[in-house]
Structure formats: structure tokens, C-alpha cells
């Protein structure tokens, strides 16, 4: 029990460290799995103001149309050196048909993810 809570602790410090150095702000949800297919793809991109957070929803699928059921979410920063945003999930998500992916920049800064949806 003690040696599991040492390694999840030991994973999360790597986890961090690797965030860190890679200066990226990639989220990776779920995994792909075999005849999984990429269900939509967006860029979201948004120029930086002055002590402003700028934000902005992902929302799969399309008003009136089906989901298919989510395998894999990858968010991937394009502007990279550590000035990336953030993302997280704010409902549905990995073994649902329908996801909303909530987009944050940092103070300051813009953003600029190409978010991948995968489902099968
Ligand atoms: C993918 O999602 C984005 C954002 O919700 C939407 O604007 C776009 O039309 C979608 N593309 C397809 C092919 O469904
Ligand atoms: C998701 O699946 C449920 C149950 O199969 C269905 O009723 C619903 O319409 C689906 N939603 C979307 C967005 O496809
Ligand atoms: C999606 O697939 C998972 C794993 O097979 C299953 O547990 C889940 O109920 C499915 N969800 C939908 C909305 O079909």
C-alpha cells in the first residue's frame, strides 16, 4: 500500500518534470484503441491582451448530430515555450458521445490548440 502511494507520488514528480522541460502544453484524455476514427478536428486559436485571460469551449458534436462514442482526446499546444494554455474536460469526455472541452490561456497570452477527437 505504502510502496503504490510512493510510485504514484514518484510518477506524478517525473509527470511534472517532464511538463516542465518539454515547454509544451499538450493534454492527452483516454487512448486511442483499434477502429477508432478521428471524429473532428479544430484549431482554436486566439491572439494574447494585456492582463487578459481568453478562453473557449470545444463542443463535440455538432448541434442535432450523433456522437459517436469517445475513445481519446488530444489537445495539442502550437505555441509552445511554456506560454501554452490549459485544458480540461468539463462534461462528457472518454466513453461518452458528447464532450465540451473548456480552453484557458494564461494571463497575458493567446492560445493556439489544435484539439483531436477521437471515437469509434
Ligand atoms: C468540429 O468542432 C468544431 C468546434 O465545435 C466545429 O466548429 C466544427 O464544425 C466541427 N467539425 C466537424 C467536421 O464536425
Ligand atoms: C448518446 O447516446 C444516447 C444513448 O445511446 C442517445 O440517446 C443520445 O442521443 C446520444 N447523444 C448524442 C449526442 O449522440
Ligand atoms: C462507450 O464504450 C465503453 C467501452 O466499451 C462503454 O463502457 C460505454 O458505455 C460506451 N458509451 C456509449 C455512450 O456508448
Same mark, same amino acid.
Given at each position: 500500500m505504502k510502496f503504490a502511494t510512493a510510485f504514484v507520488v514518484l510518477a506524478a514528480v517525473l509527470g511534472s518534470c517532464y511538463l516542465v522541460s518539454a515547454q509544451s502544453h499538450n493534454y492527452f484524455f483516454g487512448a486511442r484503441v483499434p477502429y477508432d476514427t478521428l471524429v473532428n478536428q479544430t484549431t482554436v486559436i486566439q491572439t494574447g491582451a494585456f492582463l487578459r485571460v481568453r478562453s473557449q469551449e470545444v463542443i463535440y458534436p455538432l448541434k442535432g448530430q450523433r456522437g459517436r462514442n469517445i475513445t481519446a482526446i488530444y489537445v495539442y499546444d502550437r505555441l509552445g515555450g511554456g506560454r501554452g494554455g490549459f485544458a480540461s474536460i468539463t462534461? @462528457? @469526455?472518454? @466513453?461518452?458521445?458528447f464532450t465540451r472541452i473548456y480552453l484557458k490561456s494564461q494571463r497575458g497570452n493567446g492560445m493556439n490548440f489544435q484539439v483531436e477527437v477521437y471515437g469509434r
Open positions: 462534461s @462528457g @469526455g472518454i @466513453g461518452k458521445n
